[in-house]
């Protein structure tokens, strides 16, 4: 039977549940009634007392699992949806994030982000803030695209003793199917993966933008252009070395991201390959992200907001010109 990418999620929280006393589920609706996208669905039977229902207040969320894992848990908190944890960020970004440097004592925990767009969920239920939390030390920033990296990137980041902040994308929840769930990952979690191996063009990028960007490399693979596609897995820490080497192999990129272009994650790939890669290059390094204003609710305007398997075919058609 297939697994999909939220069944996948579930999985994992039932794995370290049943393996690791430590850990604990908190956050809103997620008890009985299993969380806004069922991403807990009957966890809370299967372990009493361990899948908690928080108050609507992300910052004491933030704050109750901070001072758990000081006392030894290692907490998941379920943020409804990824915009919300703006309001707990003082408490992930100065707290969290600066525990270890400040103190010695490790802040293992994992907050869960459901993220990205959907038709008609609009400015503040649509956001990517992968790139936000990136900027800050200490904390590691995991997005996951496919069914086996929910799995196994997530275990991965229970397991972790830093915090880790888990970006995994609504629209890909029950979309995206995989046969079966490896019983063990090819890749350690820092590590990119070459999802479409290509000589033409890389693209990078992470999250749901990969399937759009696999699509626009099959649609150029009927032309006659093998394009690279590189799947971050994680943003940070960046591994800047897979990017590099498909770069000195293709001399062409584009990065990818459904999040706004200003300091986003294509903006870091493209300065650290120019930085770091420009002897390589045969092109201008492009980027391509979503339009630079607040999510619509329409799902047409929607759908013409973020980038799609199109555009990208569209922007890498240039770039294969230059």
């Known amino acids: 039977m297939a697994v999909t990418y939220l069944e996948a999620i579930r999985s994992a929280q039932a794995k ?23 991403a807990t669905k009957g966890l809370a039977v299967a372990h009493p007392g361990r899948v908690l229902d928080s108050p609507i207040s992300e910052d004491a969320a933030i704050g109750l699992a901070i001072g758990a894992s000081i006392e030894g848990m290692r907490p998941i908190i379920e943020m409804q949806f990824a915009d919300f944890s703006s309001v707990a960020f003082s408490q992930i970004v100065n707290q969290a994030g600066t525990q270890f440097y400040r103190t010695g004592v490790r802040c293992p925990i994992v907050v869960r982000l459901p993220s990205g767009g959907t038709p008609g969920g609009g400015p503040f239920h649509s956001q990517n803030m992968e790139a936000i939390y990136a900027h800050y ?13 929910a799995y196994h990137l997530l275990l991965e980041a229970i397991a972790l003793d830093d915090p880790v902040i888990f970006c995994e994308h609504k629209h890909l929840y029950n979309h995206l199917k995989a046969e079966r769930l490896p019983e063990k990952s090819d890749l350690p979690p820092n590590k990119a993966r070459i999802a479409r191996a290509g000589r033409d063009a890389t693209v990078v990028t992470h999250g749901a933008m990969l399937h ?12 006659g252009w093998q394009i690279e596609v590189i799947d971050l897995r994680v943003v940070k820490p960046l591994d800047s070395e897979t990017v590099l080497e498909s770069v000195a192999r293709t001399g062409r990129v584009l990065a ?12 870091e790939v493209i300065a650290r390959i120019a930085d770091a890669g420009f002897q390589s290059l045969d092109a201008p390094p492009r980027r391509l992200n979503c339009k630079d204003t607040p999510v619509p609710y329409h799902p047409n305007l929607w759908a013409a907001h973020r980038p ?3 555009e990208i075919t569209r922007e890498l058609r240039d770039l294969l010109k230059f």
């Open 16 to 38: 370290a549940l049943a393996e690791d006393e430590r850990v604990f589920i908190y956050g809103q609706d997620i008890g009985v009634f299993g969380g806004a996208f069922k």
């Open 137 to 149: 030390p200490g904390l590691v920033v995991m997005t996951p695209a496919t069914v086996e990296d």
């Open 212 to 223: 759009e960007a696999l699509t626009a490399a099959g649609d150029l693979a009927r032309e």
């Open 256 to 267: 990818v991201g459904e999040n706004t272009p200003w300091g986003g994650v294509t903006s």
């Open 308 to 310: 799609n398997a199109a």
